[in-house]
């Protein structure tokens, strides 16, 4: 395979550490040609160690672009409502596209973009990045080669964590969704898509209910301050001190909000940024807890629950069938699949996954990279297209989420966008 050039367009975590660095561990198929980051700290050290020429390192999408097409894939890693200009015009452009998920907090946008994808025939892959790993991948196969029968009921799990939930979506850049995505879009469209993509079958209804209940500013212990560093006689309470969190077990999460990872730059970064702040009086406004209930096309049902408040960050997964039963648990990386009539029970463990969530990090690029290097005419795994439903999946949660459980038609919800 011929090795395929990029524009990285965002160097933040996902783009620089979760993507970009497969062209490092894997030259032959894969090589960084420009980056456009804002960050100055960010741009230097994909500059660095990519090796650009600075003339290719821009601190805008709209001046990288400008040079017209430069290599033949364009990832794209801004943050949520940043997606969708750069995608139409890297399209437009001829370039394909690894887009960041979600597509875009806005419904109309996210069917925009699959159209000017098929339009232009360009490949426009969603990081739906555990249809790729081994994990949700076999359970997928064991439904299709029917073990278990018909599938009539699911049940997703997601534990966030608590000190994930609190760092991400409550202090970090996804705890606002007028400025990002709402809680259901941003940290669990992996879940409506993965729920879409093993069921394997259109969901017809859906309902949802959930609040922000904890990261309020009305359960602050008395006299906190707004800075955790100002001073909070909570502290050696209060399991998010900003201070205590991050100089200790939170340092790697430190990381994630400041290039100087020293003491003095930690201290430095909570002094200045979101981060420092006390989780019950920062301006979040994401749910902390959510459920979701989901009704398919032949009457099968799905629920799924996120919530912030668990020891672990996993998802654990059982999916009930006529014939028998499948049982899961990211974090164990193991699955256990039993059968109604022998009453055996197999279980897989699978080897530890290299990369990130669960080697999905990973394989969407090898997958990605293949689907252009053949030039494969149909969608790819978690192309724009399969990934719309999902999407309208969690649009439609949130919607309903708002408006007391009310039972929402995700063909209508559709149509809606459609013709308005």
Avoid at 24 to 29: D, G, K, M, R, T
Avoid at 109 to 136: G, N, P, S
Avoid at 248 to 274: H, P, Q, V, Y
Avoid at 326 to 347: A, P
């Amino acid at each position: 395979m011929k090795p395929k050039t990029a524009i990285l367009i965002g160097a933040g975590d996902r783009g620089a550490k979760a993507y970009a660095t497969y062209a490092l561990e894997y030259p032959h198929e894969f090589k960084i040609m420009a980056v456009a980051e804002p960050n100055e700290d960010r741009k230097n050290k994909i500059k660095d160690s990519h090796k650009l020429l600075r003339e290719n390192c821009f601190s805008t999408w709209e001046d990288l672009l400008g040079q017209g097409k430069i290599a033949d894939i364009a990832i794209i890693c801004t943050m949520d409502r940043f997606h969708f200009k750069p995608t139409i015009r890297a399209l437009e452009l001829g370039y394909h596209v690894l887009l960041e998920k979600p597509m875009s907090p806005d419904p109309f946008e996210c069917i925009e973009m699959e159209r000017i994808a098929k339009k232009y025939d360009r490949q426009l892959t969603i990081c739906h990045v555990l249809r790729y790993t081994e994990f949700w991948s076999t359970i997928k196969k064991v439904i299709s080669e029917g073990a278990i029968g018909e599938v009539a009921s699911l049940q997703l799990n997601e534990n966030v964590e608590i000190m994930h939930m609190s760092h991400s979506f409550v202090r970090g850049n996804w705890n606002n969704k007028e400025k990002s995505s709402p809680m259901i879009l941003q940290k669990s469209c992996h879940d409506m898509d993965i729920i879409s993509y093993v069921m394997d079958k259109k969901c017809a209804r859906i309902s949802s209910y959930g609040s922000l209940m904890h990261f309020r500013e009305e359960n602050a212990p008395q006299g906190a301050a707004k800075r955790c560093l100002d001073g909070c006689p909570a502290e050696l309470e209060c399991p998010f001190h900003a201070g205590r969190y991050y100089l200790g077990e939170g340092r790697n999460w430190a990381r994630k909000f400041t290039e100087d990872d020293s003491r003095e730059g930690i201290i430095k970064a909570l002094n200045e940024t979101s981060y420092g702040k006390c989780v019950y009086q920062s301006d979040n406004n994401v749910v902390d807890h959510q459920v979701v209930n989901m009704e398919f096309e032949d009457g099968a049902t799905a629920t799924f629950s996120m919530c912030g408040f668990t020891r672990e960050q996993t998802r654990m997964v059982q999916i009930m069938g006529t014939k028998g039963e499948i049982r899961g648990n990211m974090q164990e990386n193991e699955i256990s699949i039993y059968d109604f009539l022998t009453k055996h029970e197999t279980i897989i463990k699978f080897d530890n996954p290299v990369g990130g969530h669960g080697g999905g990090d990973k394989g969407i690029m090898r997958t990605f990279l293949r689907d252009i290097d053949q030039n494969r005419e149909n969608e790819s795994l978690s192309s724009a297209a399969v990934s719309l439903r999902s999407h309208l999946m969690a649009f439609a949660a949130e919607e309903s989420r708002l408006n007391k459980g009310s039972s929402i038609n995700i063909d209508e919800y559709y149509n809606s966008f459609i013709t308005s």
